[in-house]
């Protein structure tokens, strides 16, 4: 079945960084567009970050762009999001999804920035 497992979240104070893993099972994870999602505490689900099959073309929302890089390794099925410069408001529990309207989703890792 579908896994996918997330790892590297955690407390970061504002401006550090950190990098998140996802790891893909049970489908072929190099058909298919990858996203990074979002939530913050009381706030609806947001759209951080897709890369295309190939890794060849990304988007982000405004708010992280040249803040945060999504990547992928195909051959290690694992999406990536490396986030720098980190801000409070980027405090969430970030997602990896991909499918129809990224519905299919990780279990989510927590990220915390504070001081």
């Known amino acids: 079945q579908v896994q996918l497992v997330e790892t590297g979240g955690g407390l970061v104070q504002p401006g550090g960084s950190l990098r998140l893993s996802c790891a893909a099972s049970?489908?072929?994870?190099?058909?298919?567009?990858m996203s990074w999602v979002r939530q913050a505490p009381g706030k609806g689900l947001e759209w951080v970050s897709d890369?295309?099959?190939?890794?060849?073309?990304?988007t982000y929302r405004s708010s992280v762009k040249g803040r945060f890089t999504i990547s992928r390794d195909n051959a290690k099925n694992t999406l990536y999001l490396q986030m720098n410069d980190v801000k409070s408001e980027d405090t969430a529990v970030y997602y990896c999804?991909?499918?129809?309207?990224?519905?299919?989703r990780s279990q989510g890792t927590q990220v915390n920035v504070s001081s």
């Open positions: 890369i295309s099959e190939s890794g060849d073309t990304t």
């Open positions: 999804a991909y499918g129809p309207a990224r519905t299919i």
């Open positions: 049970g489908f072929t994870f190099s058909d298919n567009q």
